[in-house]
């Protein structure tokens, strides 16, 4: 007997909730999980969903939805303070990657319209990726971060081009002057209405709603959907609708609270849109594409970032910077996905094409994950040939810290005596550590901190670390001592570096590379590092005495093992 609606997607979302565990214990994000619901509870598998009226309908509310809120989140202020870097090199990528897109489509059998939409889909990337990893690393502020983000916001400006562009072609076949002067009076009569609204209505009308939170909810799905159907009627989409609706609001103060209102919302029906797009694969649909998907996918996690270092390169941009917004950018978007459908279900491009797009969003997600997880061990593999796209003399803008005389990197071994020791001498210190629950520790006590990693050398340039007179770091892992230890001597040969380590062979090798002092477990007993710094001061002079005293000892203890 065939089961309800309720129970359909009872079980969908139960379904959706288990390989979501799975998915989340292999790092990956939760839209390939919902992906990989919808192939599992489709016809080719378990054949669960029946109600495709129903499914449907929920989609399309979770994509309005979807777009609603990117477009609350689509200010032209924040696009101009992130300065031109963003829009320069999103313009590259577009023609590049666009360019690389269409000519592999092309020799894949597409037509012209189909391979120029699939061109510009690759130019997209993840906006739902890219925020929670730059948010869950602590990364937003960063300036690769900021590039990035910027990226991505362009992103959102050329997608809202391609869908009135698309729409425009699918309800007007034949551009005569009258259809193309019709099509840009009723556009501008809608931009105008929206604009008089944003500007002279919104303010006074939000405001009055903001009052109560269940108010402002239900106005802000009512103002989507009404926009959008308002655009429908005009003859262009609902989801250019909605992400002009988007943006109208997105210059008001409430626009954040609206935003995250909806996402619950968006993201239960989000869920059924990708789940719906996975049940149209078939295993048969899959080995099809599979190859053709394949190709595709090396254009966006090979052209792509290439793409962005040599942009950013020329822009005078260090090749760390570049490197890590090119990783973070080395996938397609759930919006590419979004066009493609859009575009096909009006009779642009070939059907066929959403499959393709569908699977290369999973193969380009999948590998940008771990890319990101493991950039800076990518960059020590890489660094020497991204010399070659880096200029001579650099140009970049970081927002730099205060300098700080004393540094403690890692908080977790014993970093509250080192902290008693710098206060009782009165210096200003920061600590820096890489463990998230460490640093809302640090933030609840009210003691400064940076998150960020010691190895990874524009993090050290943000908090001027070679301008400490001390650097004190807890961390045992020679390999990290040692990286943070040569960049400090390469720039500062008169900084103190007190490290530790845990045998005489990872001792001796530190001192090798100039470090001030190395404390050893089974050395420290009766001289607690934390006074011996109070004793000897911050300079690496008057540690020298000591340094010597502590290689000799080193040296006795060697010979007698």
């Not at 889909?121 to 502020?141: A, G, N, R, Y």
């Not at 942009?311 to 020329?314: H, P, S």
């Given at each position: 007997?065939?089961?309800?609606?309720?129970?359909?997607?009872?079980?969908?979302?139960?379904?959706?909730?288990?390989?979501?565990?799975?998915?989340?214990?292999?790092?990956?994000?939760?839209?390939?999980?919902?992906?990989?619901?919808?192939?599992?509870?489709?016809?080719?598998?378990?054949?669960?969903?029946?109600?495709?009226?129903?499914f449907e309908s929920f989609s399309e509310l979770g994509i309005t939805l979807l777009l609603f809120v990117i477009g609350l989140g689509l200010n032209a202020g924040v696009i101009r303070s992130l300065g031109r870097?963003?829009?320069?090199?999103?313009?590259?990528?577009?023609?590049?990657?666009?360019?690389?897109?269409?000519?592999?489509?092309?020799?894949?059998?597409?037509?012209?319209a189909t391979s120029v939409v699939i061109?510009?889909?690759?130019?997209?990337?993840?906006?739902?990726?890219?925020?929670?990893?730059?948010?869950?690393?602590?990364?937003?502020?960063r300036l690769f971060g900021q590039i990035a983000i910027g990226i991505i916001l362009v992103d959102d400006v050329v997608a809202?081009?391609?869908?009135?562009?698309?729409?425009?072609?699918?309800?007007?076949?034949?551009?005569?002057?009258?259809?193309?002067?019709?099509?840009?009076?009723?556009a501008l009569l809608l931009g105008g209405a929206l604009t008089f609204l944003s500007i002279y209505?919104?303010?006074r009308a939000t405001r009055f709603f903001a009052k109560s939170q269940e108010i402002l909810f239900l106005f802000s799905i009512a103002w989507g959907m009404i926009v959008a159907t308002a655009f429908e009627v005009a003859g262009f989409s609902t989801e250019v609708g909605a992400l002009f609706a988007g943006v109208s609001l997105a210059g008001l103060p409430y626009a954040t609270e609206m935003a995250s209102k909806l996402k619950p919302l968006r993201d239960f029906f989000i869920v059924i849109f990708f789940v719906t797009l996975g049940g149209t694969f078939t295993f048969g649909a899959i080995a099809e594409n599979i190859l053709p998907a394949l190709l595709i996918s090396l254009v966006v996690l090979i052209g792509k970032p290439f793409f962005v270092i040599a942009?950013?390169?020329?822009q005078r941009y260090t090749k760390l910077t570049s490197f890590k917004a090119a990783i973070h950018l080395s996938q397609i978007s759930e919006f590419s996905i979004i066009l493609v459908i859009f575009a096909a279900s009006t009779g642009v491009i070939e059907h066929r094409a959403v499959a393709l797009i569908t699977l290369v969003a999973l193969i380009t997600i999948g590998v940008s994950t771990y890319l990101m997880k493991y950039?800076?061990?990518?960059?020590?593999?890489?660094?020497?040939?991204?010399?070659?796209?880096?200029?001579?003399?650099?140009n970049e803008h970081t927002r730099r810290r205060p300098l700080y005389p004393v540094i403690l990197v890692g908080y977790h071994k014993g970093g509250h005596e080192f902290l008693k020791a710098f206060r009782e001498m009165k210096q200003r210190y920061l600590v820096v550590d890489y463990d998230p629950e460490i640093i809302e520790n640090l933030e609840q006590q009210g003691i400064r901190h940076a998150y960020g990693d010691a190895t990874d050398e524009e993090f050290l340039e943000e908090i001027n670390a070679t301008h400490a007179q001390l650097i004190v770091s807890t961390m045992t892992d020679v390999t990290t001592n040692l990286i943070l230890l040569k960049y400090v001597r390469r720039h500062n040969q008169k900084m103190s570096f007190i490290c530790h380590a845990e045998n005489l062979k990872a001792a001796a090798d530190l001192y090798k590379h100039g470090a001030s002092y190395v404390s050893l477990p089974h050395y420290i007993g009766s001289e607690r590092i934390s006074s011996f710094i109070k004793r000897h001061g911050l300079g690496h002079d008057a540690l020298t005495e000591y340094r010597e005293k502590h290689l000799i000892t080193i040296g006795r203890q060697a010979l007698k093992g």
């Open positions: 007997m065939e089961s309800s609606i309720f129970t359909q997607i009872s079980l969908v979302i139960a379904i959706a909730a288990l390989i979501s565990i799975v998915m989340r214990m292999l790092k990956q994000p939760l839209i390939m999980s919902y992906i990989i619901t919808g192939i599992v509870v489709g016809p080719s598998v378990l054949n669960i969903v029946h109600a495709e009226d129903a870097v963003s829009i320069t090199t999103a313009s590259i990528l577009l023609v590049a990657v666009g360019s690389a897109g269409y000519a592999s489509s092309l020799l894949l059998g597409f037509n012209h061109g510009v889909s690759l130019f997209f990337s993840s906006t739902i990726i890219i925020l929670k990893v730059l948010s869950d690393s602590k990364e937003t502020s809202t081009i391609a869908l009135v562009v698309i729409s425009a072609f699918s309800s007007h076949e034949a551009f005569t002057p009258l259809s193309v002067g019709l099509l840009v009076l009723k209505v919104m303010p942009g950013l390169g020329i950039e800076n061990t990518l960059y020590r593999l890489f660094e020497k040939p991204l010399r070659h796209f880096e200029r001579v003399s650099t």
